[in-house]
């Protein structure tokens, strides 16, 4: 019966670690039938064994149950890290340095679901050699907030990207300018005066409205009055002729220009009042720069199809497209326009609030830029759209900080007691479970008083023996705790829980949530010593935090 309960254990263990400490007696089950076929006759009896040692495994920390594993069943540990290994497909068509590009638009800072973007254009220039192009995509100047021209290359920065050279489109309005002539001259583009929505409606039947057929001098005079200001907003358009017969409307004649009036951009001022729309400064800089490989979401083919009617006309050398599947990242607040609304309302605190999916807030929380990267690189340029997934992230950041993190105790919702029976206490604590980073040492003098969860208390019924993690072995009485002794064996023989807690001399801490919620209580005061750094709350998780006046302020991570 012993083998079998090890072997219980060392696969609960397993799961809890794959589940964020969390094990589920259905897949151990499943597990230790599939090891042991011959207890399957068995399986009612041993379910309520199983559920029993779930139980135990899932009341340890995390660390613990990672510890426990390793002495029980470290293979079980290798396996997982071994499988997590991959790399970058190969780029296909490579001749020589490859020459690539990031195309981020001034909306705000960048988030999670751009750092794919620009992890995987950096790991391919890196892998072949060449040159990364950042291109801040500015021809909007009704969506720009003017810090994240700053923000952006600090947040690439932050991630490690390398940046070879820096474009921003709104210098570069001449040359759009330039090639919309030629378009023009070579009669593959039109300005129109018909209304958008009758535009549109002559379009998905196939049909030309009439400005389509004026001869290209007709079509340069309108193109100078649009420069000239003589229309107003939405009174013309700069349009690029393609096939009003291809079989998806999306692709048959496409905007190009547009006239912005009274709008001051951010950057250039009033100088301008015709502003290019994206698929034909994209274009142009994809040329103009020589690219050679352009990853970009499937979302765009449509984009890429209408870019490459400029390609043919002008005799383009065309760039090798790359179209990867859409990531979806459920409960995330991504949305520039929702984050700048809740900036400004006070609901939240700026752009590194820890509920939002910026960098930033990433960064505050403690999450590692080669976490991210080691994620995107797992997902690669995979065709199938995906659910972006958080515990996986969260596993690669675990691997970096766990060996690095400081460990102390932080208790939220705090019930304080007097331990009575002892006069004084010395305890002492590892700053790791396994590095070599010292201890904190614990003298308490009588009155002896110290704070746990009130969620310990609560489930601790009078009378209940158990331990205060690295101190001593207490007993719950009414209204207080009586000291019962430090011997160790007396945990394994009664099978008694370990709780952790803080000495009444504690410096005030609270912690915010990834949900907006907020734990408020103590943490030790050595925990002042790592200011500024990830530590890991023991039976709490893994959080970053910084010093406030004399107190803790902590933005969680991760269990």
């Not at 593959?188 to 209304?195: D, E, G, L, Q, R």
């Not at 400029?310 to 607040?333: A, Q």
């Not at 331990?419 to 590095?435: D, F, Y």
Request: charge should be neutral; proline fraction near 5%.
């Amino acid at each position: 019966m012993e083998e079998l309960r090890e072997i219980i254990i060392k696969y609960a263990l397993q799961n809890a670690l794959l589940h964020d400490g969390k094990a589920n007696y259905k897949a151990v089950m499943g597990k230790i039938m599939a090891e042991m076929p011959e207890l399957r006759k068995r399986a009612k009896e041993l379910i309520d064994e199983v559920k029993k040692i779930v139980e135990e495994v899932n009341s340890l920390s995390i660390e613990q149950q990672r510890r426990k594993l390793e002495d029980l069943a470290p293979e079980l540990l290798k396996r997982k890290k071994k499988e997590e290994k991959k790399e970058l497909e190969d780029l296909p068509d490579v001749r020589g340095e490859v020459r690539m590009r990031l195309a981020p638009s001034p909306s705000g800072p960048m988030h999670l679901g751009q750092s794919r973007m620009a992890i995987l254009n950096d790991e391919y220039v890196k892998r072949y050699g060449g040159v990364l192009f950042l291109r801040i995509e500015d021809t909007n100047p009704l969506n720009i907030l003017p810090e994240a021209y700053d923000m952006i290359p600090e947040d690439l920065d932050w991630l490690g990207v390398k940046i070879h050279r820096t474009v921003i489109q709104s210098d570069r309005f001449p040359i759009y300018y330039d090639y919309a002539r030629k378009l023009l001259e070579m009669g593959k583009a039109y300005i129109t005066t018909v209304p958008a929505d009758e535009w549109r409606a002559m379009k998905l039947k196939g049909l030309p409205v009439p400005d389509r057929d004026l001869p290209p001098e007709e079509q340069l005079e309108r193109w100078d009055k649009m420069l000239n200001g003589d229309y107003n907003d939405g009174e013309a358009v700069y349009v690029v002729k393609t096939d009003l017969q291809h079989p998806n409307p999306a692709i048959r004649d496409w905007a190009a220009f547009r006239i912005i009036k009274n709008v001051e951009h951010p950057r250039v001022g009033n100088k301008y009042i015709v502003y290019p729309l994206m698929n034909f400064s994209v274009a142009v800089d994809d040329h103009k720069l020589g690219l050679t490989h352009v990853l970009r979401g499937k979302d765009h083919l449509n984009n890429t199809y209408r870019q490459m009617y400029l390609y043919d006309y002008f005799g383009w050398r065309k760039p090798v497209y790359i179209h990867y599947g859409w990531v979806t990242m459920k409960n995330t607040i991504l949305k520039t326009s929702l984050i700048k609304e809740g900036i400004k309302n006070g609901e939240f605190s700026g752009w590194d609030d820890p509920r939002l999916g910026t960098l930033r807030a990433l960064a505050k929380r403690g999450i590692q830029p080669e976490a991210i990267r080691r994620y995107w690189i797992q997902v690669g340029l995979k065709e199938v759209d995906i659910e972006f997934s958080w515990d996986n992230l969260y596993a690669y950041n675990r691997e970096i900080i766990d060996p690095i993190a400081k460990r102390y105790f932080f208790v939220w919702d705090p019930v304080r007691l007097k331990i009575e029976g002892v006069k004084s206490l010395h305890g002492r604590a590892p700053l790791h479970p396994s590095a070599d980073m010292g201890y904190r040492e614990y003298h308490l003098e009588s009155p002896i008083f110290v704070n746990i969860c009130r969620d310990d208390y609560e489930s601790i019924k009078t009378g209940e023996f158990f331990r205060l993690k690295d101190l001593c072995n207490v007993i719950k009485r009414d209204g207080y705790l009586e000291y019962a002794g430090n011997d160790l064996q007396e945990i394994k023989k009664r099978n008694a829980r370990i709780i952790h807690w803080c000495p009444n001399e504690s410096v005030e801490c609270r912690v915010y949530m990834p949900d907006g919620t907020l734990k408020s209580g103590y943490a030790e005061s050595h925990a002042l010593d790592s200011a500024g750094k990830v530590v890991q709350f023991e039976r709490f998780g893994f959080t970053r935090i910084f010093k406030e006046n004399g107190k803790l302020v902590g933005y969680f991570a991760h269990r």
